[in-house]
């Protein structure tokens, strides 16, 4: 089922105007801002007018990509998508899903718009966790454009212009606001041993502290009362999936509300989790969020792969993109002044889901709620290591307690796993993450890729 009703949107010079205002071509910065200021106003318009503004913006990058993109180009030819039916195409699921391998198939140029040059744009690249990096082109202004849709839920979240923050794994970009004074914002890199880290935020004594779970959750293995001194006023956490103990963890520790995000190098923020509501709003006029079971529109309370559209990258678009994680729709949403959609849980990356020979596939968050409230557990990973056994390695509090914990682990295991599933536990003293690398709470040796179906 399509997204929208069956309605034709005709191409219009508007188009290619709206096109080059975003590829730069003639855009003041301050009409720019401007836009960013307006963005604001979004947030609060009808569920039904926030979809108007997807399908203009949907179908208008989907006519630039024909026109300008080589990788679409060939991609709607092969789906036998005309010039003229792109013009009037109105049904989104006309549009061929495109995975990560497509793109890595495909020169870094066929992917770009022809009428840009790549040494105009800013290249990022997927972090490559799950050993696959991707390399992406933008242009200034789509960057800031994306910079302005994080300030805005970044604000929302509690961050203010005169509070100091502090990023762990990145090295934040100076846009205006910076310049100006405004949202001073510092990084540090991941690759600090955690007495380097606290030292530098004892130093800089932020207000909002920003970074992956397992670097925040090593600072309060090994600092909890410099951590707890901080006095900090928010935690934002993203990059990795959130437990419920490591959450919990931040809170009284640190003594202030965490809030998280989750996106993808691709498109930057897809959803943000909401101070109103408890639940994730997702960025829709930045992306169009398509959630999907079984090549259908996943409904109320189900878990679906997420298919992404970046609607204002143009230089290089991502159309109807699977990133490859599962997320599950809230059953009943709850009653927001925000019209923008909603997730109710981020349920992990489609390929960390656990299948074992003749039973369900298996959620990481299902295996998350039986481990999180086992006490004296500091830390835990999962991995698949066949096809009927599972490893799990723990960090426990208290070396009293080794044997007990791993057997309420392992019995813990046995409640949703099939009987005839070998199930390893191993204390360990501590994690080891390379530079740079994600936490991954399941890991698989196995050679097919899963999906949440």
């Known amino acids: 089922m399509p997204l929208w009703s069956n309605s034709p949107v005709f191409c219009s010079n508007a188009d290619r105007l709206t096109a080059d205002r975003i590829l730069g071509a003639g855009t003041t910065r301050f009409g720019l801002w401007g836009e960013q200021l307006a963005s604001w106003g979004r947030l609060y318009r009808s569920p039904a007018a926030v979809r108007r503004y997807q399908k203009d913006a949907f179908f208008r990058l989907v006519r630039h990509a024909g026109r300008k993109v080589p990788y679409y180009q060939r991609l709607f030819q092969v789906a036998g998508l005309s010039s003229r039916q792109l013009h009037e195409l109105s049904d989104n699921t ?31 690249e997927t972090s490559g966790s799950m050993g696959e990096p991707i390399r992406i082109a933008r242009t200034i202004d789509e960057d800031v454009r994306l910079f302005g849709r994080r300030l805005r ?56 502290l920003k970074g992956p779970p397992s670097a925040l959750e090593q600072l309060l293995d090994e600092y909890p009362d410099r951590m707890s001194s901080l006095g900090l006023k928010t935690v934002f956490v993203g990059a990795e999936r959130l437990s419920r103990q490591t959450r919990q963890r931040l809170e009284q520790i640190c003594r202030c509300p965490v809030i998280e995000f989750y996106g993808a190098a691709e498109c930057n923020l897809i959803a943000w989790q909401c101070v109103r509501c408890g639940q994730y709003h997702t960025c829709d006029d930045g992306v169009m969020v398509e959630v999907l079971r079984d090549g259908r529109e996943a409904e109320p309370g189900e878990v679906g792969e997420v298919v992404i559209t970046a609607l204002h990258s143009f230089a290089m678009p991502f159309i109807r993109y699977r990133v490859g994680d599962a997320v599950r729709l809230p059953r009943t949403p709850v009653p927001c002044s925000i019209g923008f959609g909603t997730i109710e849980s981020i349920e992990g990356r489609t390929v960390e889901y656990l299948k074992f020979t003749g039973g ?92 949440p179906r």
Not at 99 to 115: F, G, I
Not at 180 to 195: I, M, Q, S
Not at 390 to 419: D, H, Q, T, Y
Request: aromatic share 6%.
């Open 360 to 451: 369900p596939k298996i959620s990481p968050y299902t295996l998350m709620d039986e481990l999180d409230p086992i006490e004296d557990v500091a830390r835990y990973e999962a991995e698949q290591t066949g096809p009927q056994s599972l490893l799990i390695r723990f960090k426990p509090l208290s070396a009293s307690r080794v044997l007990e914990l791993a057997e309420l682990i392992r019995g813990r295991c046995g409640n949703i796993l099939p009987s005839d599933v070998e199930v390893r536990v191993q204390a360990v003293e501590r994690f080891v993450l390379t530079p740079g690398e994600k936490r991954r709470f399941i890991r698989s040796r196995q050679a097919n890729s899963v999906d």
């Open 153 to 208: 839920v970044q604000v929302l979240s509690g961050l203010r212009p005169w509070r100091r923050r502090v990023i762990i794994g990145a090295s934040p970009r100076a846009f205006l606001p910076h310049r100006l004074g405004l949202f001073p914002v510092t990084g540090l890199p991941l690759e600090f041993t955690a007495r380097e880290t606290v030292e530098q935020l004892e130093i800089r004594r932020p207000h909002l």
């Open 94 to 124: 006309l549009i061929p899903i495109t995975e990560k391998a497509d793109l890595q198939s495909v020169p870094l140029t066929d992917r770009l718009s022809n009428d840009v040059r790549l040494s105009d744009c800013r290249i990022h």
